[in-house]
């Protein structure tokens, strides 16, 4: 009984926590409502008790700490548990490397260490109790209230957080300091509920919540993500909207296409597409001072400038320190040194590759497209559609373009957010492999005439 009320606290808990991703801008430090030696979040603190907790349920049944990490290792395929691996040990790794070690253990834990450990907990849950459904809306939560907030901020006229912004362009930032925060927190929820809705209605698995259909609480809060993204303004993250919806209802008519004949082709051309994809931008990249001068000649709006000389400094410091980049949270102190035109003064150089090259490393940047890579080719594998599967796999594509122009990850909401994402996929690709084989292992059935 005693471990039954436990339980129901860590559903308790895993869903405040989801809910709360945002809440990472309450802060404890050496100030007058809250001191703290060591400085953390409402969030971090939040993933710690979770974490804990649902650490004490496993240990008051295991009673072996070994066991325990063998029960997860044994639901996590053994590559996946590799690049996990150099992907958290390449971050760690850069500590070294850091201008400010003191505030790269900062980050290393709150975008690293602790996100994944909100993984452990979500996905053993999950394979556990099967409450997907309850994981699931506790995540999509935090989105919708910050796209009402967002909504009312817009209707009022009135952005206290991000007031500088909304004077100059009239986009909001709910809680957060700037309106690129919205849409990277909310962006790639739009793909996950079409997904969702899409899902219950051909699977007829939605109930009733509060006298309203399950389907009708999908549209309502697809409504509203979708006014919180206007409200916001971002164009990045309406860049990832529409390359994660186009993906979706592309790989779904795919799908629909009975002739194997012509799938192949097809499949040929897309993954073409994708290798095209990253050659170009990798070659942008790495060609931006031709691009620079180019963009000069031609008298380019000056907004677009600025990004382009950050690009420039980033790939500066790559070509100088190939395998750790500038040490983890150290791009803004290598930048002072490394640009050589007028840019904006920014943490991060604001493109998924280079942010997670210069931040992690080489090997960093390697495993975190092997981590993606993976999901997402196992998510879109399975024989019979299974349309939340394709929303997850299309939130990667969201990422993906929203990260061309920002930083999707190395925040402590979204590093949050991007490993609950892991912790549903794997949840369902181990759903679907399960299937198989219970299915291979069904003797066949005879009829006697």
């Known amino acids: ?25 309450l802060r404890c430090n050496k100030s007058s409502y809250c001191y703290s030696s060591v400085p953390f979040t409402f969030l971090e ?60 253990i900062g980050f290393y834990k709150a975008y690293f260490i602790e996100p994944f450990l909100l993984f452990v907990v979500i996905f053993d849950y999950l ?90 609480w999908v549209i309502i809060s697809l409504i509203t993500v979708l006014g919180g993204l206007l409200a916001s303004g971002s164009r990045g993250a309406w860049f990832g909207v529409i390359g994660s919806c186009l993906f979706f209802f592309g790989f779904v008519l795919y799908k629909q296409i009975q002739n194997k004949f012509l799938q192949k082709p097809i499949k040929k051309v897309f993954i073409g597409l994708i290798i095209v994809f990253f050659s170009v931008n990798i070659g942008f990249l790495f060609n931006i001072n031709f691009v620079i001068r180019a963009t000069n000649k031609l008298s380019i709006n000056s907004q677009v400038v600025p990004r382009l000389c950050l690009w420039e400094s980033a790939v500066n410091i790559i070509k100088e ?17 490394h640009h050589t035109c007028s840019q904006e003064k920014t943490t991060y150089p604001h493109n998924i590759f280079l942010n997670f090259w210069l931040e992690t490393g080489i090997f960093g940047l390697i495993s975190f497209v092997g981590i993606c890579t993976w999901f997402f080719f ?69 009829f006697r005439r």
């Open 1 to 25: 009984m005693l471990l039954l009320k436990n339980s129901n606290i860590l559903t308790l808990f895993i869903s405040l926590t989801l809910f709360s991703l945002p809440l990472y801008l």
């Open 378 to 446: 196992n998510l879109i594998s399975s024989e019979r559609l299974n349309y939340l599967k394709v929303g997850l796999a299309s939130v990667l594509i969201s990422l993906l373009f929203h990260g061309l122009v920002d930083v999707p990850y190395l925040k402590n909401d979204l590093s949050a957010g991007f490993w609950t994402i892991l912790a549903i996929s794997l949840y369902l690709v181990n759903q679907d492999s399960l299937f198989k084989v219970v299915v291979r292992r069904l003797p066949p059935v005879r």
């Open 321 to 337: 320190k190939p395998l750790i980049g500038s040490g983890l949270g150290g791009f803004a102190t290598e930048n002072e040194t």
């Open 127 to 216: 394979s556990e109790k099967n409450n997907l459904k309850r994981v699931f809306w506790a995540f999509l939560s935090s989105s919708i209230w910050i796209s009402l907030v967002s909504i009312f901020e817009k209707l009022l006229n009135y952005s206290p957080f991000n007031a500088l912004e909304y004077a100059s362009r009239g986009r909001v930032g709910a809680i957060y300091q700037t309106s690129n925060s919205v849409g990277l927190l909310v962006g790639p929820v739009v793909v996950l509920l079409i997904s969702y809705l899409l899902y219950l209605r051909k699977e007829n698995k939605g109930g009733i919540f509060l006298g309203i259909k399950e389907t009708n």
């Open 45 to 104: 603190l939040l993933i710690l008790i979770t974490f804990f907790l649902w650490f004490f349920l496993k240990f008051a049944k295991k009673r072996n700490i070994l066991k325990i990490g063998k029960e997860i290792r044994s639901k996590i395929p053994l590559i996946l548990q590799i690049i996990f691996v150099v992907f958290i040990f390449s971050a760690g790794l850069n500590i070294l490397f850091s201008p400010d070690k003191v505030s790269s």
